[in-house]
């Protein structure tokens, strides 16, 4: 396991895709789109346009470690747009940051025993480019930049709030778990960022509404 985040492994099970890949297999006589690698701003319309050239398409397996925010929420809801699309992180794949907006998208979920369902508490940052020339800049520039990052911060927090509300996940995922998590490590000794739901928690908090096949 991860000493700094106990609850996760030290080597999470995720694409290392720069840009999510979006394959299409047959897994058992059944029609499986893969999306492995990170959430770019470009995933929406890319899941959107496989989707409408294949209608039979019945899971959607996810390996990613987050990304674009704002794009896995979006994803999330394209898939929500195709009825009976059925969600998977599969043993041994791990879903993390805006990777969980995608799978919480499908009317039905599964979580399978080794596979990872991974959260921490989201930030929005911004370019780093930007922040670094704004220091640069000086005191003003900076206090400018970081009120519009408080202000998106603030914004996207009531997005995911009505996204979960909308996908049928309890709200307490994130007041309970998320929202409870560091966004940079401490300097103590607890250094934790990240938090990795067991079986039990993604059903309690309907992360996961089915199980098995």
């Keep these: 396991m991860d000493s700094a985040n106990p609850t996760c492994p030290a080597s999470p099970g995720w694409s290392a895709n720069p ?6 297999r047959d897994v058992g006589g059944r029609k499986i789109l893969a999306g492995e690698g990170r959430v770019d701003s470009g995933l929406p319309d890319r899941l959107k346009a496989v989707l409408a050239a294949n209608s039979d398409i019945e ?8 990304g674009d925010a704002r794009a896995g929420n979006a994803a999330g809801r394209i898939i929500r747009q ?38 921490h508490m989201f930030t929005r940052t911004g370019d780093r480019g930007t922040i670094d020339m704004s220091v640069a800049m000086g005191t003003d520039a900076t206090t400018e ?10 914004l996207l927090a009531s997005e995911d709030n009505d996204f979960l509300i909308r996908m049928g996940v309890s709200r307490k995922l994130l007041t309970d778990i998320m929202y409870q998590q560091k966004a940079v490590a401490g300097q103590g000794a607890d250094k934790s960022t990240r938090r990795c739901l067991t079986q039990a928690e993604v059903l309690q908090y309907n992360v996961a509404n089915a199980t098995g096949d």
């Design 19 to 24: 840009v999510m890949k979006l394959t299409v």
């Design 59 to 66: 899971e959607v397996w996810l390996s990613s470690p987050g």
């Design 82 to 119: 195709n009825p009976g699309i059925l969600t998977r992180i599969p043993k041994g794949w791990t879903c993390f940051s805006a990777c969980n907006f995608i799978f919480m998208g499908g009317q039905l979920r599964v979580v399978e025993p080794g596979g990872i369902f991974m959260v």
């Design 145 to 154: 930049l970081i009120g519009e990052i408080e202000q998106d911060a603030a």
